[in-house]
């Protein structure tokens, strides 16, 4: 049992099937792996193979056709579609490949608004977003508008405001994908500091190989299906 209380995330014989007229394309091919806490796990392989897909399964909002997400001991597709949305809100922090800005508002701002979702004022959430945005060294902007930074600045902000409500987990959808090269290994480089400093789990889709050193774990996908896990040594 001590081994299964370090397990972060299990996925048990995921797979999924979409319906296309009368045929029938299955995308992910019976996935099984585990993720423990605190590890930096980089979801990689080809355009194609199903990593999105997977990791729209983890994160609650696209359905298996078979299989089980476990996290933290929670079947979460045995629950409500109500009960995955709070778990979310609560737990999980999501940095998508582009981020979605409230233009009225100020970077600092847009931080905090996952407190106001959850029943916070302004008041009491911007301190918490005011040393977040410290954590990703962008205090300097906090009063600009978010559509006023660069790409890989942006993306820094999007981390900020994924850490704002202390998930137990952060889920990166290719976050890097619409950065250049350096932009790129700045936030990796970002994202792997806050894991060690942290212990927070990480799980991250990508395409790019020279990303992997930032990683702690490689999963390989091809093809819906997974080829090889690498646990590597930091």
């Not at 476990?70 to 009960?83: A, F, L, R, V």
């Not at 490949?97 to 608004?113: D, R």
């Not at 959808?173 to 792997?192: I, R, V, Y």
Request: proline share 3%.
């Amino acid at each position: 049992m001590e081994l299964e209380k370090n397990i972060k995330i299990k996925v048990q014989g995921v797979k999924k099937t979409f319906s296309v007229g009368e045929n029938d394309t299955t995308i992910l091919h019976g996935i099984d792996f585990e993720i423990k806490k605190g590890e930096f796990a980089l979801l990689v392989g080809p355009s194609g193979c199903g990593k999105s897909t997977l990791l729209h399964i983890i994160y609650g909002l696209e359905n298996p056709t078979e299989g089980n997400i476990i996290i933290d001991g929670e079947d979460i597709w045995n629950k409500s579609k109500d009960w995955r949305a709070n778990f979310r809100n609560k737990y999980i922090g999501f940095i998508p490949q582009q981020a979605f800005w409230i233009k009225s508002l100020s970077v600092i701002e847009n931080i905090a608004i996952p407190g106001v979702i959850a029943g916070m004022s302004f008041h009491e959430i911007i301190p918490k977003a005011a040393q977040l945005i410290e954590l990703v060294g962008m205090e300097k902007w906090a009063d600009h508008r978010p559509y006023d930074l660069s790409g890989g600045q942006q993306q820094r902000i999007a981390l900020a405001r994924a850490l704002l409500l202390d998930p137990s987990l952060i889920i990166a959808d290719e976050p890097t994908g619409n950065l250049d090269q350096k932009a790129g290994d700045e936030l990796m480089s970002l994202l792997a500091d806050i894991n060690k400093k942290f212990a927070l789990t990480i799980v991250m889709v990508t395409h790019n190989m020279s990303q992997y050193d930032f990683g702690t774990k490689i999963i390989n996908m091809v093809d819906g299906k997974i080829v090889e896990t690498v646990k590597k040594q930091k």
